[in-house]
């Protein structure tokens, strides 16, 4: 009986060992099976992933116009023709942007609201190409920018061939917006900085370098546009934005002195009235020169102007001396002025009815030497 127990027992114990050799074999086949499984996923994908990247080129697009001088800046968008919602986003940067990983089809080139090219072919693994915008829709619209700003702003010499863009940075809707430059007609350099407060959105231009919109045959400063609803918020965000990129930093005009351009502005209208002379010449704020800033002192602004016509052939007097400090005039061209709550004052004048005081004066006097005492 104990044999027969043991016998038992040992078959039991060998059937159980089989059991379970059985179930391993099964849970080997089962794992290999996966793992034959997932290379051949492995393959379809890594096949599927080289097939797709076949079809992802880059693209380099040059801008230019027939003015070698004019720069354009801004974003940009390529857009697929075929499925409208994938845009891909560039900056153009010393007139060139680049796209990459785009797939190949056909595309429209966006910059503002406009289409600069419709159905651009993009076939070849690398591909370049050249634009020039005078032969697309925008070269009529710049032409006429260009000579709306000359009738606008300049002397009746200059013409559409001085002026250029620096830079252009696109149309919205029909409004063409850009930083005109006038070449040997434009303002000379002075360290003022010009900003403007839109909605939560702070714009920050030089002085004599404003951000000017242009709508059929008529400029707008930034803020006036947006009023006239020729701008929408969207429109001003991505103005900032090509703006600021422009000059490589957001923060650019830190540390030097500003003025809010709307002061600017309501300055320029009351020297008008107290130049009357202007008027003889068909003169307006446009041609409204600022020569040089000398600061802000007891909330009167201090600065040099005068019209693109009016100059100092027209001022009784060529020079004056206020707190013991001598200023010439004559040489210059404009004398220095003083503005306080929407009234003009001569610098001695001012000095006299104690809107300024002697530190201020030889503070002004120091920036005049500085600036021109190279005349002497």
Not at 265 to 277: E, G, M, T
Request: hydrophobic share 40%; glycine share 6%.
């Amino acid at each position: 009986m104990s044999f027969t127990k043991n016998k038992d027992k040992s078959i039991q114990e060998i059937g159980t060992k089989k059991n379970i050799g059985g179930i391993m074999q099964i849970k080997n086949i089962i794992l290999i099976t996966g793992i034959v499984i997932m290379l051949l996923t492995f393959t379809v994908i890594a096949c599927n992933t080289t097939s797709l990247n076949k079809d992802l080129v880059e693209l380099t697009i040059h801008l230019s116009t027939s003015n070698s001088a004019d720069v354009i800046a801004g974003e940009i968008f390529l857009q697929n023709i075929s499925n409208n919602s994938k845009i891909h986003r560039g900056f153009i940067e010393s007139n060139t942007v680049s796209f990459s990983k785009i797939e190949i089809g056909n595309y429209s080139l966006i910059m503002g609201s406009h289409n600069i090219l419709e159905n651009i072919s993009v076939t070849e693994t690398k591909n370049t190409l050249f634009v020039q915008l005078e032969e697309t829709e925008l070269g009529e619209i710049m032409e006429k920018a260009k000579q709306t700003y000359v009738d606008t702003f300049l002397t009746y010499e200059a013409t559409i061939d001085d002026v250029s863009f620096m830079p252009f940075m696109g149309i919205f809707d029909g409004s063409l917006v850009a930083v005109f430059y006038a070449g040997k007609f434009h303002y000379h350099y002075i360290d003022l900085v010009l900003y403007v407060e839109i909605e939560d959105l702070t714009f920050y231009c030089p002085y004599g370098y404003p951000i000017l919109v242009w709508n059929e045959d008529a400029i707008y400063e930034l803020s006036e546009a947006y009023e006239r609803g020729l701008l929408t918020r969207e429109d001003l965000e991505t103005i900032y934005i090509s703006h600021w990129k422009y000059f490589e930093n957001e923060n650019w005009w830190v540390d030097r002195p500003i003025l809010n351009a709307d002061t600017m502005q309501r300055l320029k209208y009351d020297y008008i009235d107290f130049a009357p002379s202007i008027e003889r010449f068909g003169d307006n704020i446009n041609k409204v020169v600022i020569h040089n800033y000398y600061g802000v002192f007891n909330n009167c602004v201090v600065l040099a102007l005068s019209s693109v016509t009016y100059l100092i052939i027209d001022v009784p007097g060529a020079s004056e001396t206020v707190a013991e400090r001598f200023f010439e005039y004559s040489k210059i061209g404009h004398e220095i002025l003083v503005w306080h709550e929407g009234v003009f004052y001569r610098l001695g004048q001012a000095y006299t009815e104690n809107l300024l005081i002697d530190d201020d004066i030889e503070t002004i006097w120091h920036q005049y030497q500085e600036k021109y005492h190279n005349w002497d």
